[in-house]
Antibody, heavy 119, light 111 residues
Framework: EVQLVESGGGLVKPGGSLRLSCAAS????????MDWVRQAPGKGLEWVSS????????NYADPVRGRFTISRDNAKNSLYLQMKSLRAEDTAVYFC????????????WGQGTLVTVSS | NFMLTQPHSVSESPGETITISCTRS????????VQWFQQRPGSAPTTVIY?????LSGVPHRFSGSIDSSSNSASLTISGLKTEDEADYYC??????????FGGGTKLTVL
């Protein structure tokens, strides 16, 4: 069974940093591209970043480029999102997600972790 | 980049069939796969359709996906509506610049 479990969310002050993790199990993690997707309170889904299976291809949405860094450790079956210079508008539930073939086709989601940016 | 436009809300009665559209603003809808996600209140999204028309394991056959090049849109059709289908539905696709694009979501009410 595919499982994705996020952790690392919490309350952080504007300008602060936070690192999210996503532990994967039930599939060969190193064979799949992965994404981070977020959802602000009461809003829709917003893609944040993606990383290919071997970390060769990394992409970011414009609102987070230059502030967020996606990475992965295939030996540890883990995906990460380092977030810096956090803003109030980054407040959201952050989901990690697996892509079926690496062309944006998300098939499995984690349960999400809440990040709140507030003073 | 392109946008994916969905109706804000739709409603239908139990047992009926409903179709939710997702229109691509530029470029061909057939260029990149479309996915559909269901999100019930307070829960994480789950994938119901991936790669235009493939049902994820465990998704009932009542859910089907299609694309229509003439209208440059994708559709999610749910037949035999059940109250448990009441949720927000999002479409999503892929941009040639390796970006992922989500539609704004459609709230389905089954009344």
């Amino acid at each position: 069974e595919v499982q994705l479990v996020e952790s690392g969310g919490g309350l952080v002050k504007p300008g602060g940093s936070l690192r999210l993790s996503c532990a994967a199990s039930g599939f060969t993690f190193g064979s799949y591209s992965m994404d981070w997707v977020r959802q602000a309170p009461g809003k829709g889904l917003e893609w944040v970043s993606s990383i290919s299976s071997g970390s060769s291809y990394i992409n970011y949405a414009d609102p987070v480029r230059g502030r967020f860094t996606i990475s992965r450790d295939n030996a540890k079956n883990s995906l990460y999102l380092q977030m810096k210079s956090l803003r109030a508008e980054d407040t959201a539930v952050y989901f990690c997600a697996r892509e079926y073939s690496g062309y944006g086709d998300i098939d499995y989601w984690g349960q999400g972790t809440l990040v709140t940016v507030s003073s | 980049n392109f946008m994916l436009t969905q109706p804000h809300s739709v409603s239908e009665s139990p047992g009926e069939t409903i179709t939710i559209s997702c229109t691509r603003s530029s470029g061909s809808i057939a260029s990149n796969y479309v996915q559909w996600f269901q999100q019930r209140p307070g829960s994480a999204p789950t994938t119901v359709i991936y790669e235009d028309n493939q049902r994820l394991s465990g998704v009932p056959h009542r859910f089907s996906g299609s694309i229509d090049s003439s209208s440059n849109s994708a559709s999610l059709t749910i037949s035999g509506l059940k109250t448990e289908d009441e949720a927000d539905y999002y479409c999503q696709s892929y941009d040639s610049g390796n970006l992922r694009v989500f539609g704004g979501g459609t709230k389905l009410t089954v009344l």
